[in-house]
């Protein structure tokens, strides 16, 4: 039997000019996101990931695409569905969520190699387009 697809939202998250990532427990580099409450949409359940995984506050932009992947844990199979979007960091403190993550970095152009995924990688570089545009448009 095909696991149930679980539905999460994330952000590609600019703070100074660089992405926000977190290293996860097991040594994995990643941006923030995770599964979308009942009643939420998108857009709020991926600010909402990253205000708990981050400490910051953002504002959502336009939607990056999706990405999509199967993983097994305790021999259980997970299968996930990933709305991203690009967003900007408004306030807060950022620190990383201490029962997940043990560190968080701030990644230019040139360091999007850290990040462990390669689609993770495609999207932050997407993103620091979209980035440089808002940045250069008066």
Not at 56 to 71: D, I, K, N, W
Not at 86 to 109: C, D, I, K, N
Request: hydrophobic residues 40%; aromatic residues 10%.
């Amino acid at each position: 039997m095909e696991p149930e697809v679980e539905i999460c939202a994330g952000g590609v998250v600019f703070k100074e000019g660089k992405v926000v990532s977190l290293r996860r427990k097991n040594g994995v580099w990643l941006m923030p996101k995770g599964h979308v409450d009942p009643g939420e949409s998108l857009e709020e359940a991926a600010a909402r990931e990253v205000w708990e995984e981050t400490g910051l506050t953002v504002r959502v932009g336009p939607s990056l695409g999706e990405t999509a992947y199967c993983y097994t844990e305790n021999g259980v199979d997970h299968r996930k569905k990933v709305y991203w979007f690009y967003m900007e960091a408004t306030g807060g403190q950022l620190r990383p969520e201490a029962e997940t993550f043990t560190a968080v970095r701030l990644l230019s152009a040139e360091e999007l190699n850290t990040l462990s995924f390669p689609a993770d990688r495609q999207l932050a570089a997407k993103a620091f387009a979209l980035y440089q545009k808002a940045k250069t448009t008066p």
